[in-house]
């Protein structure tokens, strides 16, 4: 699991908007995909450059910058200027520590977003935080650059004019992309409950420590999905509230079904919780049973042996004068003692439900 | 008990509105019946295909359309269609793993419920989705076709008239629908109740690992109703609070009622909940009390018959000039040790209270 | 302790407002008491039948229907169409199965309450439900009839003019009875008060398994009271901001009097509620306590035991080639270190403070 | 510490603003002063009756009267029929089972406070109800009569003329009074922070049983310190927001730092409760490391010893054909499989870590 | 740790606005420099006077005076009468046992702050406390007095000129100040962060009793921080809120950084403290997995050793007939008895997953 805390000293003292990146670098150069879309007119670009995009500005069509890899500041830096970023927000786009949140500035609403990977045997979960800047036509997402795209759905729907998107503003498109991001949270509960089930049954089982273990690392889990659901609310709901003329009408019904989605996501998240608090108690009292039923088996085998012990010592003497020793049948007897002793001892486990 | 998160990987990457059905599917073929009525007139029947309900639309008596089996898309898709329903609603409808939930459209309000089923020892808690759409004469439910029907009885109601629902409009039938739901709720709660209380007497009378397990099962079992419970809260006094004006001020009255009914449910999941929480710490102390009690057993064993055995040993060696062996009375002596040392201890013990 | 739900089942999918009795039936026949008064005059008896009561609908004095037993559905039903009271309210009079609740009709006011009883060794603590209507100049007050009466020094009150009920409206009337449901509940939370107090001493002195159960049969107690207790306050807070013209200004301070009543014993509860999971703390560390002077018993008779049987084993055996046998003082050299390892191994029970 | 509830059975059923007093009476006759001043003059002195208050009155000049002692119904009563107090304020302030409120009346304001005494080894902590009467050229106060009198520093202050007590109305001594009792919740924190460190100096050293009960009993201690100080944020919130014109704007300052005052003993309250529940996870720790070393002294001797003896009782056989005995050797090399034996379990549970 | 609560004794029944210092005196003399700049000049120094300072008071360029030591009393006096701060202030400003708070006077605000140090293997948390008074165009800060000092950066900004804080008011310069301090808190968090990682590896390993402390010290300076962080929040978004015009719009969107860096520090602290709790939940099962292990040594030596000794036993009575005694290959029988007996022990205990 990645770091809850990421260095922030690099940072410490400097003047507030000054542009550092925190986080670590995760791909090789930027890279920089432009579409640019209407009803009508669709375009897709790789650009090199930073300065390519500035020509997009004005352009009445709905663009969208996608930005691979922020660990580069001049880039962050120079888009941020051409398309009038406020210094804390480009701050705040290069330092990856950030919590989901969501900030109306005059004439464009920032917004980050946190999506989720991993969290199966061989992955931990991880985070890679996205930059969302909705503009008038223009919406800019910054990722941190992981492999793999989960906005590669959007691009296709542009691109073949499936579904309302190319209808529809630079808000519907920036909805897009949340849902994408909501919808993958979908992805990682479906695992969390596989796992969560396969604990249940070692825990019914044959619960060991490394069952507690499990417990325990699923909880950290937990704690870690919820850091990055929970303020997700808040932005949706913001957005939805539509604090700033950019969220329109039509796109106020998209957002509340996202909205349902997260408050769904969260729902299962305390389900959870509430389930593997109720396994730590089996836990915790499936060990006091084993030590219960270990106890019983060192008490079952001495109380039936020492009485059984301390006979054989009697006759073990040496007196002189011990008369039982001369019977003829004195053995005999003393092992009809030893079998009615251990027999009644048995019968008393036995009514006492300890065998 | 049904798993918590459905698999809508189907639906990954799809756009917004696209109907696709997440869930099992129950019936065969989906089954839609139709009841029209006002105050005079009275007609039911069951169609075969969508369009028979079309001509229903503009008919100034209330309308009932009943659909058993959400999982053929193209019958919820032309019903959706011809009464203007929006396509996120559809898709709603369509995926069996919502939250409850009331959403006001313009001209109609969208309700998900969730009815329980089971909980007894043979059936699992299991739910259903009802989807219910609230329009100016015509009321939509959408069930997803487990057998029995708790409509049945608001059927009757409206085939012989008895009741004020022939009296009043479409909100009263929706009321009347989900107080339905809300009853049915009462008869998960009372066996619940009665589960609790064998629950109790187990725990009193001998609490096994078994116990332990019916704890965690049940509450679980909670955890299920409490999901399906408490957003319901929400959407009566949504609707009681008339977002719309589609709720007349008659059936206000009505609403709060049933509102009345949710918030004794939620009361007594709460109660139950405590009651739970109480009993594992019965269960935890009554195992470390049993624990106790084996080790007393073990440790009056070893204390009587330990140093018994010792002086049985002692006399057992072979030394040369050992006095007492040569006494007369050396063996009856020895036997006189034995039984004081014996009934000293248990005295002890018995002092103590350990027997 | 009474069940917390009772049988609904017989109501199941019946249209709402129909009118069915739930709960026990407590008395032979309803028993319907009419007192009239004003600042002047003052009238009080004993009706036979619903009807006599009608005649008191009109006039300008205060009237006040007490009616014991409500498992008669005509004489309510009679009783509510007579002073026109909705279905829903005589449907949930019926119902004892309610929540204390307050709900505001055009002319009239709907007051549930509940009483408690019992809570000593003998008697479990039950509730009995009150229905109050308050109307213009009148007030109707329902039980279930339970043997006994809370109301009796209200009564008593009103025929001697004591205090300032004669002078006040049925507002005034309606507080006084809730008044005395309030004060009712003093009396429970000192009974409650001194049964913490006992266990609080069995705690100190000797706690066993019995204690626990009295812990866990109080705090389910506590529960029932906190469910009965808890709705009140909004009842009463309700009343007080005169949600309705019924409630005059001069009687607000009364209940502002009431309201701070139902906050302490609130207050109290939640104390209680405290105190008792302390006392369960207690109890658990007490039973490991008594585990740990267990183990150290037998740990240390086996310490000194163990030792001594190998060394008397050792003098035991039979080597044909044993010197020490043959010694003169062989078997005193033994006794001796018998001693001394015996007491040394007291010695260092003694520093660890197990002795 | 005092009872939570106190015996309110003698009230039972009475009317309200029946004057009955409710608690112990704690002096003789109750004593009354009355302060009388305003920037230039000032008057001091002890009444022996009633009466001589009322001509303050109608006085400009700002009164206090203190009075001591509130068992004696009739001076509670003259008194406030003399200044216009309402029934159930006097039966208030003869109650002495009060929660920390405020009321406000026309032209006074009621508020009901605690002081807090004891806390120490040798006193358990107990309550003193005081109640302030806040009218426009007068204030009241009532106390319960215990020793000591923390109001003692305001009546130098207004001696003196120090401060600017002499300069203010009614409502400054009001907020003096109330900063005193306030003041006083401080000298109880102090005492609870050092009981507090002993706890814990005590359970990093030896804790015993003793120690859970201190634990228990400071545990109680903050609940019964927590009731008193909680409705008091209220109570000053309230008097704050000047619902009532007799608080001056120029006094809100003062209130606003004694609400200060009070959000800081809540906060240690709350900081003292949780560390408690730390100290008491510890406690159950190092009962159960106590019990795990007792278990390992048994289990080391156990199996040391154990296999010992049965070696030597192996050799005690009577066996005719048992050739080691006959050996020379023999008794030496059984010595030395002893030593070896012993050793390597020695070894063994060195490296096991627990020698 | 410092204490939680400091002796206020020395000011208890004192009037209000008395000036007394609480707090330990922390440096020799109070040292006072003053900056004074707008965004074309700049100047500091030092001044051995307080009276140097008042000149400054009515100069329109941006003052910042800060004072290191709050100890003698007659500075902060002749300060604050010099800048029209109320007595309430100059006492709170004394007083270092302040919960941070915001409150607004006519023309200055009011901000107390509490730095953190320390809290490395060495060094306990620490809190000095900061007191700022934000002006129109002055902003006075008042340190305790500690060694190094967290507003160097903002100096060297100001010298240098280097981003806004020339060209901003005295609210931009008390922003700095409150971001500096918000800043340092990451630096805790920062080496709580590490710390929590060791202590999880410590409790993979090899968890002891010191184990616990740690985890216990732990929690104690989460509680510790949180007391410090928990009001800030208010604290920055009553500021953010502009309650006061001497917060201007250009400001505001810098106060909703610090707040939000704020934000994060609170969840940070959520999140260890949940981790800390499971902790703890792996700590005392680990205990309880030890006591086991240990308890299943014991009884496999028992279960093995205890029949051994039995048979052992047998042979070693003195009976004078006993036909096994007296057998050629008696005594090799016997040893194979043992070792069958060993050997199906050993087996048993390796299927019950013991060994």
């Known amino acids: 699991m990645a770091k809850l805390i990421k260095k922030r000293s690099k940072k410490a003292g400097l003047p507030p908007g000054t542009l550092v990146h925190i986080g670590e670098k995760k791909v090789g150069e930027p890279k920089i995909t432009i579409i640019d879309y209407d009803e009508a007119n669709f375009q897709e670009r790789e650009v090199k450059t930073v300065e390519e995009c500035f020509s997009f500005r004005e352009k009445p069509t709905v663009t969208w910058i996608n930005v691979e890899g922020v660990h580069q500041v001049e880039v962050v830096e120079k888009l941020g200027n051409c398309f009038g970023l406020h210094a804390l927000v480009l701050e705040d786009i290069l330092n990856t520590d950030q919590r989901p949140k969501m900030e109306v500035y005059g004439d464009y609403i920032y917004i980050v977003l946190k999506m ?82 396969l604990l249940e049954e070692e825990l019914m089982k044959d619960p060991t420590h490394k069952t507690l273990q499990e417990i325990r690392e699923f909880k950290n889990e937990m704690i870690f999905v919820r850091r990055v659901v929970w303020p997700l609310r808040e932005v949706i709901s913001g957005l939805e509230r539509k604090e700033s003329p950019l969220v329109k009408e039509t796109t106020e ?35 006091s049973n084993r030590l219960n039923s270990v106890m019983k088996v060192l008490t079952i085998i001495a109380t039936i042996f ?27 007897v003393v092992w009809l003692v030893f079998v009615i002793v251990g027999v009644s001892m048995l019968i008393y486990f036995k009514k006492k439900k300890w065998l």
Chains 1, 2, 3, 4, 5 share one sequence.
């Open 116 to 197: 989720l990977y991993g969290g199966d045997v061989n992955h931990p979960m991880e985070t890679e935080q996205v930059s969302l800047i909705l503009g008038l036509n223009f919406a800019i997402s910054f990722q941190e650059g992981k492999e793999g795209d989960v906005f590669d759905p959007v691009r296709e729907r542009i691109r073949s004019g499936k579904g309302l998107i190319r209808k529809m503003g630079s808000d519907y498109l920036a909805y897009s992309l949340i849902d994408m991001i909501v919808d993958s949270y979908f992805l990682i509960l479906e695992r969390l409950g596989e796992k969560i089930e």
């Open 253 to 287: 019904i998209y957002l509340r079904d996202v909205y349902d989605h997260t408050v769904q996501v969260m729902d299962a998240i305390e389900v959870y919780r509430e389930m593997l608090s109720g396994m730590l108690d089996i836990y915790l009292s499936s060990v």
């Open 306 to 332: 020492m009485p059984l012990t301390f006979i054989a010592g009697i006759y073990g003497m040496n007196f002189k004068y011990m008369p039982e020793l001369e019977w003829r049948l004195g053995y005999l």
